[in-house]
């Protein structure tokens, strides 16, 4: 049963930390997708990438937040600095694209406190 | 703004159909998702199309700006939140998802 995993899966660290998350998408989905989860904005789109190239990141601020993939086994997710209000649950979706046979699959998830 | 929108929170008794409404302003959508998330668990995809779709005990409607997603004799294990989602039919932003903030459902026995 092929699954999206993510590590770790809780991380409590201090301001001004760097915090890096991984996932390993689905084996042959070639869209990854990075989500921020929050009680007042729901799922918010960070940034999402297809066959590796990142498409919009649009939803990441940009001076501290950056998502990559350097294979297509991984990707990561970086915040540096961090700060108190990144703390939140990070999402990591994979799927294999648009239309009829889109769906994107969830991990469990990264939860992110910042004291 | 391409947006989605849906009640922050719905609740039933238990045996009853629940219904909860999303409805959207993102241009050229065309596909609706519905996901049920447990905290501390990945979402899941519950149903999805661009029509009336069943799976089980859920249903969804389906309308061009709207859609609803109707749980049958819904039982307390069912209280969780659901994130409806559409996706767009727009050149390099095909297969990106956008989703409502979820509702939370709360069943009572």
């Known amino acids: 049963d092929a699954r999206v995993t993510q590590t770790p899966r809780d991380k409590v660290t201090e301001m001004g930390q760097e915090v890096t998350m991984r996932c390993q998408p689905i084996?042959?989905?070639?869209?990854v997708f990075w989500y921020r989860q929050t009680m007042m904005q729901g799922l918010e789109l960070l940034a999402y990438?297809?066959?590796?190239?990142?498409?919009?990141d649009s939803g990441m601020p940009k001076d501290r937040f950056s998502a990559e993939m350097p294979d297509a086994t991984l990707a990561t997710l970086k915040i540096q600095p961090s700060e108190p209000r990144d703390s939140a649950v990070y999402f990591c979706?994979?799927?294999?694209?648009?239309?009829?046979?889109?769906?994107?699959?969830f991990g469990p998830g990264t939860r992110l406190t910042v004291l | 703004k391409d947006q989605v929108f849906q009640p922050s929170t719905v609740a039933s008794s238990e045996g009853a159909v629940v219904e909860i409404f999303c409805n959207h302003s993102?241009?050229?959508?065309?596909?609706f998702f519905w996901y049920l998330h447990f905290p501390g668990c990945a979402p899941r995809l519950l149903v999805k199309?661009?029509?009336?779709?069943q799976q089980g005990r859920y249903n969804m409607t389906y309308e061009r700006f709207s859609s609803s997603l109707l749980i049958l004799q819904v039982r307390e294990a069912d209280a969780a939140v659901y994130y409806c989602?559409?996706?767009?039919?727009?050149?390099?932003?095909?297969?990106?998802?956008?989703f409502g903030r979820g509702t939370q459902l709360t069943v009572w026995p």
């Open positions: 979706a994979s799927g294999r694209g648009q239309g009829v046979n889109n769906e994107q699959f």
């Open positions: 084996l042959g989905h070639n869209t």
């Open positions: 990438f297809r066959n590796r190239a990142p498409l919009d």
């Open positions: 993102v241009s050229n959508a065309y596909n």
């Open positions: 199309g661009s029509k009336p779709s």
């Open positions: 989602a559409c996706e767009v039919d727009r050149g390099s932003t095909l297969g990106r998802l956008y």
